[in-house]
């Protein structure tokens, strides 16, 4: 996806104003195709009103499949969210069959790896999400040196289980970063448009009064819904976002005494 597709995908406001200026171009321009150019006969009003139901039946369920998408790309980021916090949590519970010199400098680390992660969910500004990217990798690279020192030949046991706890972290970590990236494609919503487009233009071409207003209900009500898509959708830049309470919640029980 383009940067520019990228920004105007995360901005639900966006996606609703352009959408509902494009159908309501479209809509207006019809009305004045069949006030000035070409008027409807009375023999094809019918195939008219036909072809009016039909592909607004097709735009109806490309919304729906659009959001049912959405819908779940949404559950599916906040399962990774809960399932990193518990590898997390069972690994810091791990860290304890360890040597006693090598426990406290993993658990601290742990604890600063878990304040990164909420970070992850919590930050919208891409400078910041860059820099905790770079320290999220860095953090990884001692945390794997805190449980495999060089030093230790062959590993025990118990330390394999600490190991296989990491590796749980850190695909888990990987599982959500896929999963934030898994959006709606660039294609789906140029097909959502398009068809959007064209139903408003033969609504306004087949529209019998002059009421002006009446082309409006169309462009807003599909607009909503594309603000709806769009938000869902989108992993920082709507108002319906995965917060991460699981992450907190184990932050907090971290740290109490």
């Known amino acids: 996806m383009s940067n520019s597709f990228g920004n105007l995908f995360d901005s639900p406001v966006g996606v609703f104003c352009f959408s509902l200026v494009a159908q309501w171009l479209a ?17 094809e009003r019918e195939d008219l009103n036909t072809v009016q ?14 959001f049912s998408m959405a819908v779940t790309r949404y559950d599916q980021r906040k399962n990774y969210e809960e399932a990193e916090a518990n590898a997390i949590g069972t690994e810091y519970l791990r860290i304890d ?3 006693a010199e090598s426990v406290a400098k993993a658990r601290a680390l742990m604890r600063k790896y878990l304040d990164l ?24 690279a001692e945390l794997w040196s805190a449980i495999l020192p060089a030093e230790d030949a062959q590993a025990t046991l118990a330390r394999a ?19 934030w990236w898994n959006r709606i494609p660039v ?7 398009l068809i959007a487009i064209a139903c408003n233009l033969v609504l306004g071409y087949g529209e019998r009064s002059k009421r002006a207003l009446l082309l409006l209900v169309i462009p807003i009500v599909v607009s909503i819904s594309f603000l709806l898509i769009a938000d869902i959708d989108s992993p920082r830049g709507g108002v319906i976002r995965v917060v991460p309470v699981n992450l907190i919640a184990l932050a907090q029980s971290l740290k109490a005494p």
């Open 27 to 43: 809509a207006y321009f019809g009305e004045f195709v069949h006030r000035h150019v070409r008027p409807i006969s009375k023999d």
């Open 53 to 66: 139901v039909a592909i607004l039946t097709l735009l109806a369920l490309i919304i729906g499949f659009s």
């Open 97 to 99: 069959l360890l040597p």
């Open 117 to 140: 992660r909420i970070a992850f969910y919590e930050t919208a500004d891409q400078r910041e999400l860059g820099r905790i990217g770079a320290d999220t990798t860095k953090l990884q």
């Open 161 to 179: 289980l600490v190991i296989a706890g990491m590796n749980d972290v850190l695909n888990a970590q990987g599982y959500t970063q896929a999963s």
């Open 187 to 193: 294609a789906a919503w140029a097909l959502m448009g």
